[in-house]
Nanobody, 125 residues
Framework: QVQLVESGGGSVQPGGSLRLSCTAS????????EGWFRQAPGKEREGVSF????????YYADSVKGRFTISRDKAKNTVYLQMNSLEPDDTAVYYC??????????????????WGQGTQVTVSS
């Protein structure tokens, strides 16, 4: 069974940090692109960060550049999202994604067929 399982969400104060993990089971996490979306209440899903596994190049939404870092550990079949200097606007459910068909990095959620169940991140004082 193909699964992506996220962990690491929680509640933090503004300025705090969290590291999200996404581990794949049932397949090797080595498709062309891996990444993260988020969805805040009442808002559309937003592409946050992506990595092209062929060369390790990374892509970020403007809202998180300089604060978030995507990385992967092939041996652990896991992709990470390190989130620093968190702000209340970062509050959302975060989802990891990948898709065996993609051959380019996309910020469009409709391009991804594999989604994790999501992990809640809440930033509040």
């Amino acid at each position: 069974q193909v699964q992506l399982v996220e962990s690491g969400g929680g509640s933090v104060q503004p300025g705090g940090s969290l590291r999200l993990s996404c581990t794949a089971s049932g397949f090797t996490l080595n498709y062309y692109v891996e990444g993260w979306f988020r969805q805040a209440p009442g808002k559309e899903r937003e592409g946050v960060s992506f990595m092209a596994t062929s060369d390790g190049s990374t892509y970020y939404a403007d809202s998180v550049k300089g604060r978030f870092t995507i990385s992967r550990d092939k041996a652990k079949n896991t992709v990470y999202l390190q989130m620093n200097s968190l702000e209340p606007d970062d509050t959302a459910v975060y989802y990891c994604v990948t898709d065996p068909r993609l051959r380019y990095v996309s910020f469009d959620p409709s391009d991804y067929g594999y989604w994790g169940q999501g992990t809640q991140v809440t930033v509040s004082s």
